[in-house]
């Protein structure tokens, strides 16, 4: 069992201004995933060990999956969160170890690719490093040395249909509202991909014309 519950921070970084980062930790008692974006917004992926995943927002659930199916053995892509070179604007340093990915602007989005191993896989590779040509952020271990947990980035298009929820409260449409008189508002789409997996989108909109 572990005694603690590690965590991974992640994100990028475009021109020395960065994005949100996301976290991802592992349950202390059983093997399980939470995970968090940086933002006001309360915000909580829970991938269960039950294999009934979550997403709540302030407390109240928004969106229900099931743990999809292996996609090679001993392998399963838990989520995806992708990031494209607009959300990056923030200029406060980091308050935790994030790992950054730092690409251009207008470069592909990054793709960070969740996965839950088993534990006899090969710790000395991780998925797509051949096929995809992702790279490492990290690995931590699941509760029970039930395996472990790996975050992969790569970088490519990406088209995706957000997936419909429910009205947003009054009081998030408040801090929507707020967040544009600052300048931009950011925000996450949220889509199923054909595999099952649930894609994060994180996105911003700007109300101030930024053409050049």
């Known amino acids: 069992m572990n005694q603690h519950s ?3 921070h992640f994100g990028i970084e475009v ?3 960065r994005s949100r980062w996301w976290r991802v930790r592992s349950g202390a008692r059983r093997p399980e995933l939470f995970l968090e974006r940086e933002s006001v917004t309360q915000a ?4 269960h060990e039950s294999g009934q995943w979550h ?3 302030d407390k109240k ?3 229900l999956w099931n743990r999809p199916s292996e996609i090679a053995i001993g ?3 838990a989520l995806l969160i992708i990031q494209p070179g607009a959300v990056a604007t923030i200029t406060l340093p980091d308050t935790h170890d994030v790992k950054r990915i730092n690409i251009t602007e207008r470069a592909h989005p990054v793709h960070f690719n969740v996965f839950i191993e088993k534990p006899e896989i090969n710790l000395s590779s991780w998925p797509g490093r051949t096929s995809m040509g992702t790279v490492l952020i990290g690995r931590i271990p699941l509760a029970n040395d039930a395996g472990w947990c790996s975050v992969v980035a790569h970088q490519e298009p990406f088209t995706l249909a957000p997936q419909l929820g429910p009205k947003p409260t009054e009081e998030v449409v408040n801090q929507m509202r707020e967040a544009a008189e600052d300048g931009s508002l950011y925000a996450t ?3 199923e ?4 997996t649930m894609a994060f989108v994180d996105g911003r909109v700007s109300t101030v014309s930024e053409t050049k």
């Open 6 to 8: 590690p965590d991974l």
């Open 15 to 17: 021109a020395g201004q």
């Open 44 to 47: 909580h992926i829970s991938l």
């Open 55 to 57: 997403l709540k927002v």
């Open 61 to 63: 659930q928004r969106v």
């Open 75 to 77: 392998f399963t892509r």
């Open 189 to 191: 789409l949220v889509s």
């Open 193 to 196: 991909l054909a595999d099952g």
